[in-house]
């Protein structure tokens, strides 16, 4: 799986749009991107997934550029609620090899 | 629906004690992966399974040890323990054959050796 590279911590504040930026320029044509968080002491939150386009749900949305070496991470209206560690995965879709890789991802403090 | 459950939340063991971890998955999974948390790092897989055998392994020694029963459920055993497997201890269910199949984590299992 491709290794993927993140600031070590993040402020934003309250009500304002957070963006969470993530490099894997090594990433191969079969890998998804996915983005996970961990609010502390419980275990990782799944939020999204893309392949190269940009996705969004509910929770957040997921900005992929063209050449697929970079991601940014957008939750819209951060609450205080969305203080935690960001964990950008890069993982191939292929059967048999499942397995997330983290890093030590980015904490995201939200300000009041 | 019950989501991914964890037994105990926390643990206290010795060195050279074995300790034995359970996880329930979510309902409609079929596999379980789980995955060791130290203080101030992201988790690193230890393995998963599926069809009630192994079927990916992680950079960990064979005091790692699992198990999968008919019902999915699943338990993590480690032998012979040491104070460096202090840590937390996830569980993380999903269902195979999606070709994206999100991992949907358990609250996990504090681990203390002493």
């Known amino acids: 799986d491709a290794k993927t590279t993140q600031p070590t911590s993040m402020d934003c504040a309250e009500g304002r749009a957070a963006n969470l930026p993530c490099n894997h320029s090594t990433i191969s044509g079969n890998e998804y991107v996915y983005w996970y968080r961990q609010i502390h002491s419980q275990g990782p939150q799944y939020i999204i997934h893309?392949?190269?386009n940009n996705e969004t749900n509910e929770m957040a949305s997921l900005i992929i550029t063209e050449d697929r070496k970079s991601s940014t991470l957008i939750l819209p209206h951060a609450t205080l609620r969305d203080t935690a560690v960001y964990y950008c995965i890069v993982r191939a879709s292929n059967f048999g090899n499942e397995k997330l890789t983290f890093g030590t991802g980015t904490r995201l403090t939200i300000i009041p | 629906d019950a989501g991914v459950t964890q037994s105990p939340t926390h643990l206290i063991k010795t060195r050279g004690q074995q300790v034995t971890l359970r996880c329930s998955p979510k309902?409609?999974?079929?596999?379980v992966s789980w995955y060791q948390q130290a203080l101030g790092q992201g988790p690193q897989f230890i393995f998963q399974?599926?069809?009630?055998?192994?079927?990916q392994r992680g950079n960990f020694p064979d005091r790692f040890s699992g198990h999968q029963f008919p019902n999915y459920s699943s338990e993590l055993n480690v032998n012979a323990l040491l104070l460096g497997d202090s840590a937390l201890y996830l569980c993380a269910s999903s269902e195979r054959g999606r070709v994206y199949n999100e991992q949907f984590f358990g609250p996990g299992t504090r681990l203390t050796v002493l």
């Open positions: 893309g392949l190269k």
């Open positions: 309902s409609g999974h079929d596999t």
């Open positions: 399974y599926y069809e009630e055998e192994e079927r």
